[in-house]
C-alpha cells in the first residue's frame, strides 16, 4: 500500500478532521482515508458495461439484432504464431 504524507495541514483542519472522525468512530487516519476515497472513486461513478447496455435499451437492440454477426463471424480456427 501506497503512503501519503500532508504537510502545512491548518490546525483548524486538524481538528476538524479529528471531531469527524471521532463522530464516525474511526480514527483520523481512517477518516482521511475514507474522505480520499470517496472524493475520487464516488460510488454513482458510471461503469461502461451498464453504460453500453443502456445505451442498447434506449435505441431498442435486441439480441436478434445481434445474430447477424454470428452469421458473418469467420468460424476457421485461428493460424497460431510463427517465431521464426
Do not use: Y
Not at 12 to 24: I, S
Not at 40 to 69: H, Q, W, Y
Amino acid at each position: 500500500m501506497a503512503m501519503l504524507t500532508v504537510r502545512n495541514l491548518p490546525d483548524d483542519v486538524h481538528r476538524a478532521l479529528r471531531a469527524r472522525a471521532a463522530q464516525h468512530g474511526h480514527s483520523t487516519e481512517a477518516e482521511v482515508r475514507e474522505i480520499l476515497a470517496l472524493a475520487v472513486k464516488p460510488e454513482a461513478r458510471v461503469c461502461l458495461g451498464d453504460a453500453l447496455a443502456a445505451m442498447s435499451r434506449k435505441i431498442g437492440l435486441t439480441n436478434e439484432d445481434f445474430e447477424v454477426f454470428e452469421q458473418v463471424r469467420n468460424k476457421a480456427p485461428a493460424e497460431p504464431l510463427k517465431f521464426e
